[in-house]
Structure formats: C-alpha cells, structure tokens
C-alpha cells in the first residue's frame, strides 16, 4: 500500500510560481506516482507522472512547457514545479498511485492510491 499527502498550495498570481509536494510512504519502487488536477464542474485532469525507480517523467502537452515533476527518494518526496501560471490552471491538485507497468498511465481511474489533494488558486 503507498499513503500520500500534498502540501504547498495556495493563491498565486498569474504568471508566478508554486511549487507542490507529495510525500509518499510504502514501497514506491513498484509504483508509478502521479500529479492530477480537478477544477469545480470539471473532469479531473492528468497533469504528470514520474516512474519512481527509474525516475523517468511525462508532462501533459498542457503544461509541458511550464510544469517540472521530480522527486526526492531520500526523502519519498514528489514534487511539482509550476511556473507561468495562468487562471485556468487553478483546480485542486491531487498526487495519486499506481503500480508501475511499461507506459504512463493519464487516466485516473488507473490509479489505486490518492492523495486529499492540495487547493491552487491562480489570480488574474
């Protein structure tokens, strides 16, 4: 079993940064961990992922160009770097788990473990 918790959101103004955090416990060497978003009316959103062994990571086209995921194995953290944030990319963001196989996984219901997700809010 994996246990995830997020921290580090918050109200930013548009075009700054933030900068989330998953701590994560179980054996994370067999998962694949991650980033997924949900704003109010919407279907929640594959944001990034990173396979935890291997440390390899996929972006979403949508925020490739803006959104960094790495992760600290000392520390089972898992983090993601956003910058140049826009309104639309306020949602509540959630780190979630599953275990690893041959691709990455954008599917939510793909994922066995989640997080209770951290609020982001991006002003204009």
């Known amino acids: 079993q994996v246990q995830l918790a997020e921290s580090g959101g918050g109200l930013v103004q548009a075009g700054g940064s933030l900068r989330l955090s998953c701590a994560a416990s179980g054996r994370l060497s067999q998962y694949d961990i991650a980033w997924f978003r949900q704003a109010p009316g919407r279907e929640r959103e594959f944001v990034g992922a990173?396979?935890?062994?291997?440390?390899?990571?996929y972006v979403a086209d949508s925020a490739k160009d803006r959104f960094t995921i790495s992760r600290d194995s000392a520390k089972n953290t898992m983090d993601l770097q956003m910058n140049s944030l826009k309104p639309e990319d306020s949602a509540k963001y959630y780190c979630?788990?599953?275990?690893?196989?041959?691709?990455?996984?954008?599917?939510?219901?793909?994922?066995?473990?989640w997080g209770l997700g951290t609020q982001v809010t991006v002003s204009s």
């Open positions: 979630a788990a599953k275990i690893s196989g041959h691709f990455f996984h954008v599917k939510d219901q793909d994922y066995a473990y």
């Open positions: 990173i396979k935890w062994t291997a440390g390899d990571t």
